[in-house]
């Protein structure tokens, strides 16, 4: 089943991590490595911000065993910076997809994830949207990665959006979140998708799913994997470590193990910490308030 469902968090490269997940003196370079021998899969954060080099990506290939999975997230330079207009973003979309090619090629590369901006409206934007998808390279539709989208605006719950996302068989990202309506909507069933955001007052990712949480998600978690063939499930509330407990306890509710649990961490004590952030989530955050 871990092969089938994937839980793991967005990102890894948090020094807050350090203490209640990663060793204290373990080098920031062997953080991938760490994580990899706990979890199956990683939503990368990073691409979101910038293009890696391609020798980058070529490390994340060789530091990750052969059956581990990413999600990569497209960068803001195409979804934010240029609204996904294709005069606009073509030329980045293919330099991106350039520097994804050692994951691709290794097979480790499970989807791309199109998260959409606030100030992206259905409206104004579908168009874009659908002239963005026509032009995609890749055949998502049979084959990975897939192709996964995530509104972060109501005027986008609507069912001519979900029609046409199951129509072109691309993946609706559920999101739990304050701003949005937690559906759990299957567009393909090849592949579901859930991010965990969080419900923290500054910013949505500062939150704990608590033990009782964690139940009530798993029950809706089970249908869509009862109705999906393989889906991807990320904790974003990276704060503190609460996204590597809560991600642990979703494996555990779900009886999926852990390849190596990491036996020095109790999951109950890991607890909040404060002034510590990694600054590129940390910019995230503040981009979206």
């Known amino acids: 089943m871990a092969l089938d469902v994937l839980i793991g968090t967005s990102g890894w490269s948090y020094d807050e991590w350090i203490g209640p997940f990663y060793p204290k003196g373990l080098r920031k370079e062997d953080f991938l490595t760490y994580y990899s021998q706990v979890f199956y899969t990683n939503e990368i954060n990073t691409t979101f911000y910038n293009i890696p080099s391609i020798n980058i990506v070529r490390n994340w290939v060789k530091k990750t065993p052969e059956k581990f999975r990413f999600c990569a997230k497209i960068p803001k330079a195409i979804t934010h910076d240029a609204k996904l207009e294709l005069n606009r973003c073509l030329k980045s979309l293919d330099s991106f997809l350039k520097a994804m090619q050692p994951l691709m090629s290794s097979g480790k590369l499970l989807a791309f994830l199109v998260q959409l901006p606030p100030f992206f ?100 978690v089970k249908n869509m994997i009862n109705n999906s063939n393989k889906i991807g499930i990320y904790f974003n509330n990276h704060f503190s470590g609460y996204a590597v407990k809560n991600s642990l306890m979703m494996m555990r509710e779900l009886k999926i193990k852990p390849k190596n649990y990491p036996e020095d961490i109790d999951l109950l004590n890991i607890q909040k910490k404060t002034g510590v952030y990694s600054k590129d989530q940390k910019g995230l955050d503040d981009f979206l308030k």
């Open 121 to 220: 409206k259905k409206e104004e934007n579908l168009a874009d949207l659908k002239d963005f998808i026509e032009e995609w390279p890749l055949d998502y539709k049979h084959d990975e990665p897939y192709l996964v989208i995530e509104f972060r605006d109501l005027s986008w719950m609507e069912e001519e959006v979900f029609n046409y996302l199951k129509k072109k068989k691309l993946t609706y990202c559920a999101v739990i979140e304050p701003l949005l309506p937690p559906r759990m909507d299957i567009t393909n069933k090849d592949f579901s998708y859930i991010r965990f955001h969080g419900y923290g007052k500054n910013p949505w990712f500062d939150y704990d799913f608590n033990e009782e949480e964690i139940k009530k998600w798993a029950l809706k």
